[in-house]
Structure formats: C-alpha cells, structure tokens
C-alpha cells in the first residue's frame, strides 16, 4: 500500500538548536512531495515542496528539506529553532493522482 | 486578499440531521479540495474539484456524504444523515493552475461536532 510516514508524534528541541522532522514515503513512482504547518485552530499552511531537481528544496520561514530517493525520505530541516515553529507538521505526496498525508508531527521548540 | 472562507466555523447538532458545510475558494482558484481531520484518522481527502467538476471522491466514507460544486466560487459538503462519528474538523483548500505542483491555500475549517 502506498503511504507516507511520520515516525515521530512529537519533536522537543530547545530554541537556536537545529531541528529535523522525519518523513518517509512508500510510494511507486516519482511522487511530488511536501510539507505543510498547522497552527492550533488553523488551516495547513504551505511551507516547501520538491518536484525534480536540486535534492535540497529551501521553504517558507527559513525551513528547508532534503529529498532522498535511495531512502524514500524527505525529512523538513530548520538550522535555528524559534519558539514561534511550535506547531504540528505534515508531510505528503502526490502520486498517480492521488494525495498522502503523513499522521502528522507536533513540534515543541522550548525557550 | 481574502482567503478561503468557510462556514461555519463551528457546528453543533444532532445525530441524524443534515450538515451543510460551505467553502469559498480563492478567486481564480480551478482546484478545490475538502478534508476531514480527526485524532485517530489524520488527515483525509474525502474529494476534490477541477473547474467545478469532481476529479476523485475515493475519500468520501459513505454515501451519506456529497459533495458539490455548482460554480467557480462556491462547494457544498453535505452529511445526511450525520452520525457522531462524523465529529471532524472539516477544511476546505484550493489551488490555481495545478493539483499536484501548486500549494493548496487551507481554510480555517468547521469544526463538527454530532451529538
């Protein structure tokens, strides 16, 4: 079965520390892949996505992804945590039209 | 710049009476999307639109759901009738130009609750 994973429910990391939310993907193909932010009572928000190309995809909010063929992953990076990232992150795909959401990643960014 | 509207942002009601929840997309926007997000699925697809035609409703539970889209700037996702389990926060989202390589734009959802 086709899906995307979030092995992580929840990422604690302290403020100015760099963070990584995981994200891997099993799906056939070359999926399109991306990552949203939900802040509490809010919408998804958009943040990067990676089509082809440069392997390294630079997003919204200073927040990067590193796409992964060989290990099916496209984790989101961020080299300098804020506490204003503490929200819950969601990684997908599009695939053979089709769309995947991964369950989701809350983000805690202490100060 | 208006985002994508939805009403109402809350709503409560009994098991067994129909839920009409509302969704204006971005204007120009050619794709729209409804979710449903709950603790213990996630978030789901249930259906999405391109230029006012449904593309995919494999998401959709069961028949008491339907969705429509009468035109460029309004969608309808209906239950009825509505069971406790349907208790969701409902988004609705579009997008301009592209399903798969363009953002989709979120509303700020209807939270649902059945009693």
């Known amino acids: 079965a086709q899906s995307v994973a979030q092995p992580e429910d929840q990422v604690n990391v302290a403020e100015g520390n760099p963070l990584t939310v995981k994200c891997t993907y099993s799906v056939s193909g070359n999926p399109y892949l991306f990552w949203y932010v939900q802040y509490p009572n809010r919408g998804l928000q958009f943040l990067l996505k990676y089509i082809t190309g440069d392997n390294l995809v630079k997003g919204s909010y200073g927040f990067e992804a590193e796409f992964n063929k060989s290990q099916t992953s496209f984790h989101l990076k961020k080299p300098s945590a804020l506490v204003s990232d503490s929200a819950l992150y969601f990684c997908?795909?599009?695939?053979?039209?089709?769309?995947?959401f991964g369950s989701g990643t809350k983000l805690n960014v202490k100060p | 710049d208006a985002g994508v509207i939805q009403s109402p942002r809350h709503e409560v009601t009994e098991m067994g009476q129909e839920v009409t929840l509302r969704c204006k997309p971005i204007s120009g926007h050619d794709y729209l999307f409804w979710y449903r997000q709950t603790m213990m699925r996630g978030l789901e697809l249930l259906i999405y639109?391109?230029?006012?035609?449904?593309?995919?409703d494999s998401g959709m539970p069961e028949d008491r759901f339907s969705a429509k889209m009468p035109n460029a700037s309004f969608s309808t996702l209906k239950i009825q009738p509505s069971e406790p389990r349907d208790s969701a926060v409902y988004f609705c989202?579009?997008?301009?130009?592209?399903?798969?390589?363009?953002?989709?734009?979120f509303g700020d959802g209807t939270r649902l609750s059945i009693l």
């Open positions: 639109f391109n230029n006012n035609v449904p593309i995919d």
């Open positions: 989202a579009s997008s301009f130009l592209g399903v798969s390589n363009q953002p989709q734009h």
């Open positions: 997908g795909c599009y695939n053979f039209n089709k769309f995947y």
